[in-house]
């Protein structure tokens, strides 16, 4: 029953790279990994998930009804995967309104929580919501911060409370009840075969070294920034000119003002410090 | 106790509570589905599960929605509710009038889509789509230009013995999100709430809705992409029978049920003789209007009405 991997990072943190490359390792078969078919792995927020596997909509449940229902909707997962499968989670980790965890132990095999620099994260996630620097600057300090925010309309997930950044770091990293693997973005940068080798013995799979290469080359960013060229991909938000935008681990540097850069810092300069950042 | 009866999906309802979004019967129709309140005897030994809510065998399915109620639909015909102390009447119609009466419809041998629908001239034309695909934003668009209405969210599919597909009208009011309904220049004002939690309003069908089955013509699957196009495209071969199986309500219950079977080979027939068109739109603006002027255009291009047809084939 063990078989969920919880891929948790805050948004625009590596993810959907991490995902790809999962993706990649699993088909040595094909030449090019296909952006658009990352098949080993799901999203918590699915809304079609939830109702399939819940037999009543979301989107006739109040947002405390549908957190309650959340852990169900994963153990029916877990009961129906034959391998470990991913499942990509933007939510800070908490308790549901019953109590229990949102993602429950008994089904978890392994939780991969992956960190990027807040003030790498800023302008990646700026242009990913079509929003201007500041405001996600604004936006990361805001510990209302809610993916698919209940409003006036439905909106495609379900919601996400997400928390600031420092909250959803904390969230993952000081609860007891999922053994987390802490992996950071900036590591997968530098030594990338020794972090995905490390993500796939931590979701039980076997490591084979040439198979991991070949999947790294696969999912160089030059070669998923083409694919999107070319073909597009489907999970770039309207409002972002482009998903795959720059992948480094520091373009801050030169995207950020001295007054944004101080501006993270003195929001999360706590955390920046636990992780190394500062 | 008094009972209520309705017509819906082609059936008449005997029910325990009123239900204003189904439309009467007629006087002294007999009733083909019996739904009361009552103690639900324990499940069979054999019923599995299928997801956290819902226990299946063959010939019975059971949904339990905690603080709320437990449905037992058996035979087809059947649904015992039993309900909690403190349940209000509206989640009560809400179980029984979407998951209870798919879960029947299937046990009939219905095929009960998650899709919209309209009469058009040439039969009827569904909106199929999941949650927030738009299906009754569209549908509402349609009655504002004078088509009838046929259903919303469920639509019961039912084939005659020659294999004929038909599509029978269901409930009789619309539920928009309070965004939609202002697209559409309808104020929320006064409306009431699907839930008193939600921004989702009952909106009055004032067309009305249609008397009689319609000759299932097209289906449009809706969707969204990150592209500033609207785009229609036919589906064809194994295309169409995914497209089906995908957007039938309660699919996980069906195979538990025992019914994939007949399930599958009815996807296959009402696929066969069916116009089934992928639509997508742009997931920042629905562009309504363009919307259903291009699926408007579509039908009109694509099909023939059932009169001209028969008089082409000359039956």
Not at chain 1, 8 to 26: D, E, H, I, Q
Request: glycine content about 6%; proline content about 6%; charged content about 25%.
């Amino acid at each position: 029953m063990q078989r969920l991997v919880w891929l948790a990072s805050f948004p625009k943190s590596g993810n959907t790279w991490v995902r790809l490359f999962l993706t990649a390792y699993s088909h040595p078969e094909q030449e090019e990994v296909d952006i658009n078919a990352a098949d080993v792995s799901l999203h918590a927020g699915n809304r079609e998930l939830f109702d399939r596997v819940i037999g009543l909509e979301a989107s006739d449940l109040t947002p405390a009804e549908i957190e309650r229902f959340r852990p169900d909707v994963y153990r029916q997962l877990a009961a129906e995967a034959e391998d470990p499968l991913f499942i990509t989670v933007h939510d800070r980790w908490r308790r549901t309104p019953t109590g229990g965890s949102l993602f429950p132990p008994e089904i978890t095999a392994a939780t991969i929580y992956i960190v990027r620099d807040p003030r790498a994260v800023a302008p990646s996630y700026a242009n990913h919501y079509g929003i201007s620097i500041d405001e996600a600057i604004v936006q990361m300090a805001t510990p209302a911060n809610t993916i698919a925010k209940p409003l006036n309309r439905l909106r495609s997930q379900l919601p996400q409370p997400m928390g600031s950044w420092s909250g959803h770091v904390v969230s993952w990293l000081d609860q007891t009840e999922l053994p987390v693997h802490l992996v950071r973005y900036e590591n997968l940068h530098a030594e990338p075969e020794a972090h995905f080798a490390e993500i796939l013995r931590r979701a039980g799979l076997p490591v084979d070294t040439e198979r991991l290469a070949a999947a790294l080359v696969r999912t160089r960013f030059e070669r998923l920034q083409a694919q999107e060229d070319a073909v597009g991909f489907k999970e770039r938000p309207s409002s972002a000119e482009r998903f795959f935008r720059k992948g480094q681990a520091d373009s801050w540097r030169e995207e950020l003002t001295p007054t944004q850069i101080a501006r993270i810092e003195s929001d999360h300069g706590a955390v920046m410090a636990r992780l190394g950042y500062l | 106790m008094t009972c209520f009866d309705y017509a819906a999906y082609g059936l008449i309802w005997r029910m325990p509570l009123a239900c204003p979004k189904l439309r009467a019967a007629l006087a002294g129709s007999a009733a083909d589905v019996t739904v009361q309140y009552g103690e639900l005897p324990p499940p069979p030994a054999h019923a599995v599960a299928a997801g956290p809510l819902r226990q299946v065998s063959s010939g019975e399915a059971r949904f339990g929605l905690p603080g709320v109620a437990r449905l037992l639909v058996r035979g087809g015909n059947e649904i015992l509710i039993e309900r909690q102390t403190d349940a209000d009447d509206e989640m009560i119609r809400l179980l029984l009038v979407g998951t209870g009466a798919a879960l029947l419809l299937h046990q009939r041998g219905r095929l009960p889509l998650h899709a919209s629908a309209i009469v058009t001239p040439v039969g009827a034309a569904l909106f199929m789509g999941h949650s927030g695909a738009g299906k009754s934003t569209l549908l509402n668009e349609f009655l504002r230009r004078g088509y009838p209405m046929l259903a919303e969210d469920l639509a019961a599919v039912r084939l005659e013995a020659d294999g004929a597909a038909w599509v029978e009208p269901g409930v009789q009011i619309t539920k928009l999100w309070a965004d939609s309904a202002a697209q559409r220049g309808q104020s929320a004002v006064g409306l009431p709430r699907v839930r008193p939690e939600l921004e989702k309003f009952v909106v009055p069908v004032t067309n009305g809705l249609a008397d009689a089955p319609a000759r299932l013509a097209a289906i449009y699957v809706l969707a969204s992409h990150n592209q500033p196009t609207i785009t229609l495209e036919e589906r064809r071969d194994a295309r169409k029978f995914n497209a089906l199986l995908d957007h039938t309500w309660q699919k996980l219950v069906v195979k538990r049920m025992g019914l994939h079977a007949a399930h599958f080979q009815r996807a296959i027939v009402v696929a066969n003789q069916s116009r089934i068109v992928r639509v997508q739109r742009p997931d920042d603006g629905f562009r309504l209007k363009e919307l259903a002027d291009a699926v408007e255009a579509d039908f009109t291009a694509n099909l023939q009405s059932p009169i001209s047809k028969k008089l082409e084939t000359g039956d």
